[in-house]
């Protein structure tokens, strides 16, 4: 029997609900393998109990099994305090943020034709204005970054300003369009789009586009949009751009002309969750945060404390953060099994609050039974 191990941070909130469902979900598809499922603090839980969100402990164990499957963690708001999703991001060099955007079938959708989106979406995971290097108002850092800003380069920064450091480096980009190319390539897509800010942005997300493109052409022979007017009787990848604005309503009135999509930070966090909601929300959009070393798979949305306790929130997007990581082990029978059973169940019209609300006919689960019908549904 194979077997491995993972390491399950529950979270905050619904994560817990939607994390239990998604391991009662993964050990049912299993009939040959195993997952051991080694639990570890993070959160307001671990806060509480060990003064900590993200111990010491919690990140040996990442160091030492590499792989985590995590539900949504807290991060106070204008508080100073970093995002523990950006913390182990960064701890671990996570550098690929993995978000596929796909339709299941009837839920109900703001757009006409949803079956059009089939997106999968490469977001820089590290770099950007996520870097979290910035100085409050009013400190005596920022006054000093302030000053050295405006009289050294005649920058004429406001006095009350709050100050951020957006860094993107040729590293960082070209290994995030690798991945993405290496994944058309793998899976047979049709192009890669390159979206970023670059017409103002010019020497960051500039430079992002332009490294994309030497990525794309010189290392993986992609053409260009221009080179595939001429024709293209081999089928080649085509790497194309669009400027993060506009790309936001490409998505919508072209869907069915992108595919993989390779983006900065900040922009892939916006684009990722309106994609999402061309299909239904990110209650179904899972994400997979992987680096050279270790990998981490989640949820897209966050804790939503009003619903944690009900037994009503959707654990979709978790069990769906699950196929990716058994299809990140190579276990892809397991992986097709439960995006299957997922489709089943929604065509059979059952589906928790936040969908069932907006789709006719259906009936509403609790987050229990909708479990349990989906591993129903795995034969």
């Not at 684009?271 to 945060?289: E, K, R």
């Not at 097709?336 to 069932?356: C, E, G, H, P, S």
């Amino acid at each position: 029997m194979k077997e491995t191990s993972v390491v399950l941070i529950k979270g905050d909130g619904i994560g817990p609900e939607v994390v239990e469902s998604t391991v009662k979900l993964i050990n049912a598809v299993l009939t040959d393998k195993k997952i051991n499922w080694i639990e570890a603090p993070a959160g307001d839980k671990a806060l509480q109990e060990l003064g900590d969100r993200l111990p010491q402990q919690t990140i040996d164990l990442i160091n030492k099994y590499k792989i985590a499957l995590k539900g949504p963690l807290t991060t106070p708001i204008g508080k100073g305090e970093r995002s523990l999703n950006v913390r182990i991001r960064q701890l671990f060099d996570l550098y690929q943020s993995i978000r596929p955007i796909r339709y299941f079938s009837p839920i109900k959708t703001p757009v006409k034709t949803p079956k059009l989106v089939d997106f999968v979406l490469f977001r820089e995971n590290v770099e950007d204005v996520y870097a979290g290097i910035e100085w409050k108002q009013g400190t005596p850092e920022v006054k000093k970054v302030i000053e050295f800003l405006n009289t050294q380069f005649n920058s004429k920064i406001s006095d009350d300003s709050g100050i951020g450091i957006k860094p993107i480096s040729e590293h960082g980009s070209k290994r995030l369009v690798r991945a993405a190319c290496n994944y058309a390539k793998k899976n047979k897509r049709a192009s890669v789009t390159l979206v970023h800010k670059g017409n103002i942005m010019k020497y960051t997300e500039g430079a992002f586009r332009e490294w994309g493109y030497e990525v794309a052409t010189k290392e993986f022979g992609f053409i260009t949009e221009e080179e595939a007017k001429q024709g293209n009787p081999e089928n080649k990848i085509i790497i194309k751009d669009r400027i993060a604005d506009d790309m936001f309503q490409q998505v919508l009135l072209k869907p069915a002309e992108y595919d993989v999509i390779a983006t900065t930070n900040l922009n892939g966090d916006y684009l990722s969750d309106a994609c999402a909601a061309q299909v239904g929300g990110i209650g179904i959009a899972p994400t997979a945060n992987i680096g050279e070393n270790a990998a981490m798979f989640e949820a897209t949305h966050g804790t939503s404390p009003a619903s944690a306790g009900l037994n009503k929130a959707n654990p979709t997007a978790e069990m769906l953060a699950g196929s990716m990581m058994l299809e990140y082990f190579g276990w892809k029978k397991e992986s097709k099994k439960i995006v299957k059973a997922i489709q089943k169940t929604f065509k059979q019209k059952k589906m928790t609050y936040d969908l069932a609300r907006s789709t006719p006919n259906s009936t509403q689960l609790s987050t229990s039974d909708f479990t349990q019908a989906v591993i129903e549904n795995l034969q």
